[in-house]
């Protein structure tokens, strides 16, 4: 719940002030997680940000956490999205906090070459970029984006 995302929060806000640290904390929080979340598992780790599966009992979810600023970067591009369209081509976001948020998660799957470039087509008209495979999941039997960046030429 969002409440994990505040103790979440509090706890990493102290590590960077206790260590005199500027950069997020990847190592630390992902012990942190394994305690708050039993079961739940390490996916991965972009330039940015860390990724974990955490299962509710009837869904799997992706807790992602990084730096605020790339957090709020990706909750802006979610709410820049019209509201009838923002989970038919975006993964569902659930909710965020100061240094994670929480998403659908889905399967990894190939991803058929006319989806991957009506998944394109739709992110280009909205001003997104990076939308490759690796980026796109089957979420709930559809494919969806997971991850996108803002344009440089249409913040």
């Given at each position: 719940s ?15 002030k ?64 019209p ?59 559809r ?13």
């Amino acid at each position: 719940s969002v409440k994990v995302g505040a103790t979440l929060g509090e706890i990493v806000d102290t590590l960077k002030k206790i260590r005199k640290r500027m950069a997020f904390p990847h190592k630390e929080v992902k012990t942190i997680i394994s305690f708050l979340f039993p079961g739940s598992a390490h996916k991965g780790r972009g330039a940015f940000k860390s990724a974990f599966l955490v299962r509710s009992r009837a869904k799997a979810l992706a807790l992602k956490t990084a730096n605020p600023k790339h957090i709020a970067r990706d909750m802006r591009i979610y709410e820049k999205l019209p509201r009838t369209l923002r989970n038919r081509y975006f993964a569902k976001i659930y909710w965020n906090s100061k240094y994670c948020l929480l998403q659908k998660y889905g399967k990894a799957a190939k991803v058929p070459k006319e989806t991957l470039e009506d998944l394109r087509r739709f992110a280009k008209g909205h001003g997104l970029t990076d939308v490759r495979p690796d980026n796109v999941r089957k979420v709930d039997g559809r494919f969806k984006i997971v991850d996108a960046n803002i344009s440089k030429r249409r913040k």
